[in-house]
Each structure stands twice: as structure tokens, then as C-alpha cells.
């Protein structure tokens, strides 16, 4: 029976939701041995990692705007038929000489894209700290708070430390259990250029400049100031250390600013805007000031929760938890992990900051593997894929905001280098926001990055169906279309139209005999563009505009190749059947279809389904960190929740060197190896889809739940329509279900339950909900366009289809009995 929520109902499932957040923490017995095992801090634009050693204090801190180089475009004028004399080869099958031509002739001669930087480090000495006992560190995840605590001489000394999201300073508070304790200096490091330190009253003051880089000249400038609040004893700020002597407690404010103003303009007061940060940070009461920062930061965490039981390996240190992970049943880590990348993304992308890049935000080095940039062809979209699902939409912002900014960068790009209209972004752009083709051609002759990254903005609409916010993005995502509606060309043998020169990402193929990767009329490729035009014509139809432009990609989308099924049985990575059962290659681009798009289904496509199946298969499990993270979603796409939790049982294992290939360092980071922040991103994702999915037309309640996780709950996944699902679950069936409607309309539901009520009916016929519109897809395999009907389902006999009719703003409940 369907019960309309009470306030009461409201405030008691908020105080559930609330205990059951309370208890997450990494923590550890002993310090930080090297910055994998350090613990990240962050408030979007501020990150700090925490190593916690008793005699030295290492913080190592970021800046989201410390890259080298300057505003630049590194797109270039080609020679007269470079692109026809390419494309030439390709057709003929000359795969090897058009990959060197393309490197020479097509790819950026100069500017393959900036690092981003560390800032440097804040060390606090403690002398005679050395030896300890009773150590304690932890991160507590569920108010983002770093703790540190040991004893020297039988006094306690404790470090707490936060990244404020409202004074947006670092702030370390040190105290001890005996009056006078506190005894320490206090010093900063850069590796940056042009370094100038000085003494500003009583702050550390520390100035430089980021480097060219390609011969790009550095002119992002970079000030860090530390203040000291002291209670007891006395410190002096004396040759750049400060000294604290005979303390009841000392507190740090840090504060980091640069010049940048946005990706064209860095005109901005770095001193000015420090000024402001330390005055605001030091003017506010220390509790006061934590009070604030943890209200700031749980008003996103606590959207959601996840009980899947606890055992007696919770109590152990979570390091001990990801080694033994694989040989002990240790639910609680699992739901620890999946918060972590929630905690991960609140804290390295905030609105009106930067996106995260390849580390968030974290990043010791000051020539990163890959620069730490934005890499397109699948890390930079992987970053964002919990965002929306795990009631995150305020973080996917920035993302949001690079692709503006790339299709104003792009257009000039696509003018250019292509002559086409629109705009294009290959596969890495920075925070200069290039979107010319970098590297060697193997990697970066990829033109499609645009067509991926306008899909994040059309996934913010399915999630709202906010037509004022689809007006604002359709001039983006229909620039993005204009470009393959020009760059598009005809390929000889099929008539097929085909982006050419292109590649799978990464692959190299048998047409070539595994020694080039250019092709043309990839999968991955066709399945993109295929929802680019499709979501301009959704976009177009919806808004009553642009007609004559949407039926010339109606015409060209019939003419992209289809999704093949090749020899061994396996969805083709290419136009041709080039597919080898034993290449492990870590890109497995040609599932995009199957996640994070919904063109491959069990329902829709059958054979198709079963081909991507295959291979998944072929391409194995084990992998780079963010592969698996990979895996993971896509298996649970494959409703198989007993192969995702296999994956994610080897995404949780230990590593310890950089020679392992793929795992978890101690303090949960994703190991590629080096650290890469999409595997933790990737992961979370997918263990909610382990829970939820709402891409086939209805929503469906536990479709890949892995055998282990017998009974649980979980609250505030939000599904496509703005449906906000909680829900337990006992057996593997699900026994109490609330779905808020942010949005009003139809939802329909999977479910392997009966469901009675007055708003409850079996659904018949279309599907009345256009967000949960079923896409019509052109492939061999399928006989027919037209709209999907419900009897046409082939859904499991155990599950049943339900409309639920609701009202905007409203709960609704039930209570689920055999």
C-alpha cells in the first residue's frame, strides 16, 4: 500500500541515513611511507596530502590552477591535401604510412599540452618526536577530516586538519593532553621557478612561477602564505620558519592563490585574493570554522548511504582490509571504497573550479605521467560517471564547464586544421583548454572527443528534463554534430559515412598487422556519433526547433556502419572483422555502446549483447586500475553482479610497487599504476550499477546484485527522471523501496516483487516518460524501428514492469511482503 510521506517519516530516514554515515574512515597504525599512502584532503580548489609522521609533518599541496605554460591553441593550418592523401591511404588499406604521415603532417608539432604542478610542501618538525607509541591517522570521510595521534614521553599529541570549503585555507590544529607541549618550526618548499620568500608580519610568504614547457612560456604565478594562531608559549616567523616554542596549541592557516582568472585570461592578484583567504580563514573561530566546513561538505555526502553488513575485518587497518580483501568477506570495505570515490569527486570538483583532471587534484610531481591533464578518449568522462547516478549533480559542474569551453577553443581548431564548421576536441586538452591532436598520431589521431564529452551534458538533462538548461547546451552539443556532419566522409567498399583518420583509442589492429592503429569507421567512433545526432534530434524535437538541420543527421546517422558481430562471435572493434580472441589491450572503447551508453541491451539487442559479452571475455579481467573500474561497469551492464564483484575483489588489491599491474594503493587511491583518479571514479559508478539502472526505458531495482551481498540497503541513488531511489533489501529481493520525484511524471519500475496501490499499474503500451525514451538503433541485427512496446519486452519471467504515477516533490513508499 502506498503511503505519502510524512515529515516525521522524513526526519527519522535522515537520522538513519546520517548514523549509518558516521563511522567512515580509512585509518592506519602506522605513517604515511610514501605519498600513495598519504591521505587526500581537498575543498575543489585547495588539496593537501597527509602523511602524518610524528617528527616530521608532511603536507604536500595543490592548487588547482598551478600548470605551466599560458593561455596558447595549439591548432595549426595543414598543408593542402594532407587530410585527402591520409584518408587515401586508409582506404587502401596503407594503415602504417598513413599513421607517419598523420604524425608529420596532421598531429601538433609544438604543443602537446601543459603539466599540472604541485605547489610544493609544508613541513612541521617536532623535535625529539621520533620515538612514539600508540599511533593513530586516520581520514574521516563522512565530515572530510585528516586526524593524526601518539604519544612521546607519555603525553598525547593530536593533529586534525581540514581543507575548509567555506575559508578555503588548510587548516592544521595541534594539540597535546599537557599544557606547554607544543614545540615546533614550520617551513615551505617549492620546486616551482623564480621563487621568492618572505616575512609578512607574522606569515610565511612564498612566491613563484610555473615553467615553459615546449617552449610555451610559464606566466601562471603562484603565492602560498601561512599564518600562525598560538595559544600558550610564544613563535616567532624569523627566516622563513616559523618557530613555535612551549605551546598549549598552535594553528596553521595555508592559503594558495594564483594569477589565473579563466583558461584566456590570467590577469587576476594572487597577493589579493591570498590577503583575503588568510584574513577570512584566521578571523573565524577554529570550531566554529570546522563547523562550518564539515556542514559545508555533508550537505553532499550524506545524500546517500550504504549498509552491506559489517564483519570482524572492519576492525582492522585499512590497509590490512585491501590486502586481504580477495581471501575475506569484508562488505563494509566494499561500501567504504564506493563512498571514497564519492568523498573523492566533492573534493576535487566543486562549482566554479577546474574538473578533475588525471589525479583530481592530488599530484606530488612536477612532470606528472601524461602532465596530469584531461585525457578524452575515456579518463576525463570516466571522472564524472558517478555524478549524477550517486546524488552528486553539483560536482559534474565543472566538467559541464570545460565543454563550453572547449567548443569555443574547438570551433577555431575545426576552422582550421579541417575546414569544417562546429567545433572539435581530440582526445587531451588542459587547463588552457587546446583541442588540437597531441602526440604521436597512434594515440592522438582520434577526432571524436567532442562527440563524448557533449554526451555529459545531454546525461544532466535526462536526469531533470529541464528544457531551459537543454535550450542553454543545444548550441554546444549541435556544434559538436556540425562538425561530423562536414567531417564525416564516404567510405568505398559499404558507402558507409565514417570519421577518417581515426582509431579504437590506443589499439593497434591485425589490418596492420598489429602495427598501426589509424583506421576509419571505428566502433566506438560510429556508437558516438550515433548519439550525438541522435541527442541533437531528441534535443531539436523537444525545443520545436532546427527541423532542417535535424533531418539531414537523421539521413546521415542511417548511413553510419552498424554494429557488427565478427568471427569468434565478438562485437567487431573495427569496420573490419580485425578482432584477435587473445589482444588484452586495457582501452575496451567498442563497449561504449554497452556503458556508459545504452545502444546494447539484453532487451533491445539480444545478439548484439551477447557479442559484447564475448568480448569482455576475450579481453580478460585483469588490467590497469582504471580498466577494471571499467569492467566493473560494464559487468554490471551484463547483469552480471557475481563477475563485477570479481573485478572489483582485483581493483581491491594491494599495491605496493609500481611494477603490479593495476590494484588499490593503502590509502585507496586507484593504481594504474601511477595513480589515476578515474579507477576510484569508475568503480563507483559501477557498484551502483550493481544497484540501479535506468537506461533501458524503466528503472531497474537490483539487476546485477553479486551473490554476496545477500541483504542491505542503500538510499538517495537518483535515476534518470529525477527519481530518487532507497531502498533494503533481504534475500536478494527487495523489501522497502522510497522514490522521491524531484520532477513529477511517470516512473517506471523493474522489479522482481509484486506492487500494489492506487498510483501502481502494469504498464502497457509506449512508454509515456520521453526520459526513459528506448533509442532506436540501426544495426543488422534489428528488424525493425519502430517504438518500442512493452510486450515487446524480453524481460526475465521473474521480473515485472510497473507505472508509477507521481507528483513533483513527492515520496512515495512501500512495504514489500512475500
Request: hydrophobic share 35%; aromatic share 10%.
Amino acid at each position: 500500500m502506498i503511503k505519502k510521506t510524512l515529515l516525521i517519516f522524513a526526519v527519522i530516514c535522515f537520522s538513519t541515513q546520517l548514523s549509518a554515515q558516521d563511522n567512515l574512515k580509512l585509518w592506519y597504525d602506522k605513517p604515511a611511507s610514501d605519498w600513495n599512502s598519504a591521505l587526500p584532503l581537498g575543498n575543489g580548489r585547495l588539496g593537501a596530502m597527509v602523511f602524518g609522521t610524528p617528527a616530521v609533518e608532511h603536507l604536500q599541496l595543490n592548487e588547482e590552477t598551478i600548470w605551466a605554460g599560458s593561455p596558447n591553441s595549439n591548432a595549426h593550418k595543414l598543408e593542402d591535401g594532407v587530410l585527402e592523401k591520409v584518408r587515401r591511404l586508409i582506404f587502401e588499406g596503407k594503415y602504417e604510412e598513413a599513421q607517419d604521415m598523420a604524425t608529420a603532417k596532421i598531429m601538433s608539432p609544438k604543443n602537446h599540452g601543459m603539466p599540472y604542478q604541485t605547489m610544493g610542501d609544508l613541513f612541521i618538525s617536532f623535535p625529539n618526536h621520533n620515538k612514539y607509541a600508540d599511533y593513530y591517522r586516520d581520514l574521516d570521510i563522512s565530515n572530510a577530516i585528516a586526524s593524526v595521534s601518539y604519544k612521546v614521553n607519555g603525553v598525547t599529541y593530536k593533529r586534525e586538519m581540514f581543507t575548509s570549503f567555506t575559508d578555503q585555507a588548510i587548516i592544521v590544529r595541534l594539540t597535546a593532553d599537557k599544557p606547554k607541549s607544543i614545540t615546533c618550526n614550520v617551513f615551505l618548499t617549492t620546486p616551482q621557478e623564480k621563487v621568492e620568500r618572505a616575512i609578512d608580519g607574522d606569515q610565511l610568504v612564498l612566491t613563484g612561477l610555473t615553467p615553459a614547457h615546449e617552449k610555451q612560456s610559464g606566466k601562471v604565478q603562484l603565492e602560498t602564505r601561512v599564518k600562525p594562531k598560538v595559544k600558550g608559549g610564544t613563535y616567532t616567523t624569523s627566516d622563513d620558519i616559523i618557530s613555535i616554542e612551549n605551546a598549549d596549541e598552535a594553528i596553521l592557516y595555508i592559503v594558495i592563490a594564483t594569477n589565473f582568472v579563466n583558461y584566456k585570461d590570467i590577469s587576476g592578484d594572487k597577493t589579493q585574493k591570498c590577503k583575503q583567504y588568510i584574513s577570512q580563514s584566521f578571523a573565524n573561530d577554529y570550531e566554529k570554522a570546522k563547523k562550518e566546513h564539515t556542514a559545508f561538505f555533508r550537505q553532499y555526502m550524506d545524500r546517500m548511504s550504504l549498509d552491506l553488513g559489517k564483519t570482524e575485518a572492519s576492525n582492522k587497518p585499512t590497509d590490512v582490509r585491501i590486502k586481504e580483501f580477495s581471501e575475506t568477506f569484508d562488505p563494509q570495505l566494499a561500501a567504504l571504497y564506493f563512498q571514497f570515490g564519492r568523498y573523492l569527486l566533492i573534493s576535487c570538483s566543486q562549482p566554479d573550479t577546474q574538473p578533475a583532471n588525471l589525479q583530481g587534484i592530488w599530484n606530488d610531481r612536477f612532470l606528472p605521467s601524461w602532465d596530469s591533464k584531461y585525457t578524452c578518449n575515456i579518463n576525463l568522462e570516466m571522472n564524472y560517471w558517478p555524478a549524477e547516478v550517486t546524488n552528486l549533480t553539483e560536482m559534474h559542474e565543472p566538467m559541464l564547464q570545460l565543454v563550453r569551453e572547449v567548443a569555443e577553443t574547438g570551433e577555431h581548431t575545426a576552422k582550421l586544421m579541417y575546414n569544417t564548421r562546429g567545433w572539435v576536441l581530440h582526445h587531451n586538452t588542459d587547463i588552457w583548454r587546446i583541442t588540437g591532436p597531441v602526440d604521436r598520431a597512434a594515440s592522438g589521431m582520434w577526432p571524436t572527443g567532442g562527440a563524448w564529452v557533449s554526451q555529459h551534458l545531454w546525461y544532466r538533462y535526462l536526469q531533470t528534463g529541464n528544457k531551459e538548461y537543454l535550450k542553454s547546451i543545444y548550441p554546444v552539443i549541435r556544434g559538436a554534430a556540425m562538425f561530423f556532419n562536414d567531417f564525416l566522409i564516404e567510405e568505398p567498399e559499404h558507402g558507409w559515412l565514417v570519421v577518417s583518420p581515426s582509431s579504437s583509442p590506443e589499439n593497434t589492429h591485425s589490418g596492420s598487422n598489429n602495427k598501426a592503429t589509424i583506421s576509419a569507421g571505428t566502433t566506438m567512433d560510429n556508437q558516438l556519433v550515433f548519439d550525438l545526432f541522435s541527442n541533437v534530434i531528441t534535443a531539436s524535437e523537444v525545443l520545436g526547433i532546427d527541423k532542417d538541420f535535424c533531418d539531414t543527421l537523421r539521413t546521415k546517422r542511417d548511413k553510419l556502419p552498424p554494429m557488427q558481430v565478427g568471427q569468434h562471435n565478438q562485437l567487431q572493434e573495427w569496420m573490419y572483422d580485425w578482432d584477435l580472441p587473445d589482444d588484452k589491450h586495457r582501452h575496451v572503447s567498442h563497449l561504449y555502446g554497452l556503458y556508459p551508453s545504452n545502444q546494447i541491451s539484453p532487451i533491445r539487442t539480444p545478439e548484439l549483447f551477447e557479442a559484447a559479452k564475448n568480448s569482455l571475455i576475450y579481453r580478460g579481467d585483469p588490467s590497469t586500475g582504471w580498466s577494471m573500474g571499467w569492467k566493473v561497469c560494464l559487468w554490471a551492464r551484463l547483469l552480471d553482479g557475481d563477475h563485477a564483484y570479481k573485478l572489483l575483489t582485483n581493483q581491491l588489491d594491494l599495491v605496493t610497487n609500481e611494477k603490479k599491474k593495476g590494484g588499490t594503493y593503502s590509502n585507496m587511491f586507484d593504481a594504474h599504476p601511477p595513480f589515476q583518479i578515474d579507477g576510484n571514479f569508475g568503480c563507483a559508478a559501477g557498484i551502483a550499477e550493481m544497484f540501479m539502472q535506468s537506461h533501458d526505458g524503466f528503472i531497474y531495482l537490483l539487476p546485477a546484485l553479486p551473490s554476496v551481498w545477500k541483504s542491505g540497503s542503500i538510499k538517495g541513488l537518483v535515476a534518470r527522471g529525477g527519481f530518487v531511489i532507497d531502498m533494503d533489501w533481504k534475500d536478494g529481493k527487495v523489501t522497502d523501496l522510497a522514490i522521491q520525484s524531484r520532477e513529477g511524471g511517470n516512473c517506471r519500475l523493474r522489479i522482481g516483487v509484486p506492487l500494489k496501490g492506487n498510483d501502481i499499474r502494469k504498464a502497457k503500451g509506449e512508454n509515456p516518460n520521453p526520459l526513459f525514451a528506448v533509442p532506436e538503433i540501426k544495426t543488422p541485427l534489428i528488424s525493425s524501428k519502430a517504438t518500442l512496446k512493452v510486450q515487446d519486452l524480453n524481460l526475465d519471467k521473474n521480473t515485472l514492469l510497473y507505472d508509477l504515477k507521481t507528483e513533483k516533490g513527492k515520496t512515495y513508499n512501500f512495504k514489500i511482503s512475500k
